[in-house]
């Protein structure tokens, strides 16, 4: 799986967008890009994934660039509750055996 | 509802004692995972099974064993517990056909 990169982390003022981004530049044709956090030592949520086209779901948007060496997740207007570390992890999605390697992520930290 | 369970929640117990850290699901993923997490680190994959029967060492080494005796449970033992089992066991399951993983509320483990 290919290997990424993330600000170790970011500050957000509440009713703001975050805006997080992650590098993926050896990426291959069949990975696609997962984004997870984990809310304070709890298990790691699920939040949206995506390979190519960009992405939306109730917690997120998923912006990935044409080349597919990068991505952001979006979160429209923060509140508190998202404080977590935020996980980019790239995969390939439908093979027999889906192992998630998760890395340092990025800390995001949503203030009033 | 769907979902995956975890207990005990918390658990201190002494030097040289046999423990078993229960995970059940009730989604009917045939993958499942435990992940080692220390405070303020990365998660590392300890275990992981493909179904009934499948069990398989992940990246980290661990003294632990696991079993997959039903699809949804597998239970995490540790035989002879010591100080440096300390940490938080989290367990996930996931779908063959892809998607993301189901993480539980893990099991914060203290050997004294």
């Known amino acids: 799986d290919a290997k990424t990169t993330q600000p170790p982390s970011m500050d957000c003022a509440e009713g703001r967008a975050a805006n997080l981004p992650c590098n993926h530049s050896?990426?291959?044709?069949?990975?696609?890009v997962y984004w997870y956090r984990q809310i304070h030592s709890q298990g790691p949520q699920y939040i949206i994934h995506g390979l190519k086209n960009n992405e939306t779901n109730e917690m997120a948007s998923l912006i990935i660039t044409e080349d597919r060496k990068s991505s952001t997740l979006i979160l429209p207007h923060a509140t508190l509750r998202d404080t977590a570390v935020y996980y980019c992890i790239v995969r390939v999605a439908n093979t027999g055996f889906q192992k998630l390697v998760f890395g340092t992520g990025t800390r995001l930290l949503v203030s009033p | 509802e769907a979902d995956i369970y975890q207990t005990p929640r918390y658990l201190v117990i002494g030097t040289g004692k046999k423990i078993t850290l229960e995970c059940s699901q009730t989604?009917?993923?045939?993958?499942m995972y435990w992940y080692q997490q220390d405070p303020g680190m990365e998660l590392h994959l300890i275990h992981y099974?493909?179904?009934?029967?499948?069990?398989e060492k992940g990246d980290l080494s661990s003294e632990s064993t696991v079993s997959r005796i039903r699809t949804e449970h597998f239970p995490l033992t540790l035989e002879s517990a010591r100080p440096s089992h300390t940490s938080q066991y989290l367990c996930?399951?996931?779908?063959?056909?892809?998607?993301?993983?189901?993480f539980g509320s893990g099991t914060r483990l203290t050997v004294v």
């Open positions: 989604m009917g993923h045939d993958k």
């Open positions: 996930a399951s996931s779908h063959s056909g892809g998607g993301g993983y189901t």
């Open positions: 050896t990426i291959s044709g069949n990975e696609y």
């Open positions: 099974s493909y179904g009934v029967n499948s069990t």
